[in-house]
């Protein structure tokens, strides 16, 4: 399982972006999703959480009411919409999937977001 992460970017404070997170194959039902941030200097931190029924989700508490994670089968794709940015969303963000059986996970590389103030 290969997974592409894209989406990131420079853009101002309150501003938005959606990253992409593109699964190889039909496979995004069979997989917990998860999206991570890291800033430099500063432990990786999970974001949002997406379980396998696509209906299920979490949030990290600084992220809730301005993220939203979602999912589209037919393209294989994990998505996290980010509204009314801050600078402090500024990060390195990663995307994963676990699979609900295996439990093998499998990460994407980074997208860089650059909230300027």
């Known amino acids: 399982v290969q997974l592409q992460a894209s989406g990131g970017g420079l853009v101002q404070a309150g501003g938005s972006l959606r990253l992409s997170c593109a699964a190889s194959?039909?496979?995004?039902?069979?997989?917990?999703w998860s999206w991570y941030r890291q800033a430099p200097g500063k432990q990786r931190e999970l974001v949002a959480v997406?379980?396998?029924?696509?209906?299920?989700?979490d949030y990290a508490d600084s992220v809730k009411g301005r993220f939203t994670i979602s999912r589209d089968n037919a393209r294989n794709t994990v998505y996290l919409q980010m509204n009314s940015l801050k600078p402090e969303d500024t990060a390195d963000y990663l995307c994963?999937?676990?699979?609900?059986?295996?439990?093998?996970?499998?990460w994407g590389q980074g997208t860089l977001v650059t909230v300027s103030s």
């Open positions: 994963n999937g676990v699979h609900v059986i295996t439990r093998r996970l499998y």
């Open positions: 194959g039909s496979i995004v039902g069979l997989y917990d």
């Open positions: 997406l379980r396998s029924d696509g209906v299920t989700n």
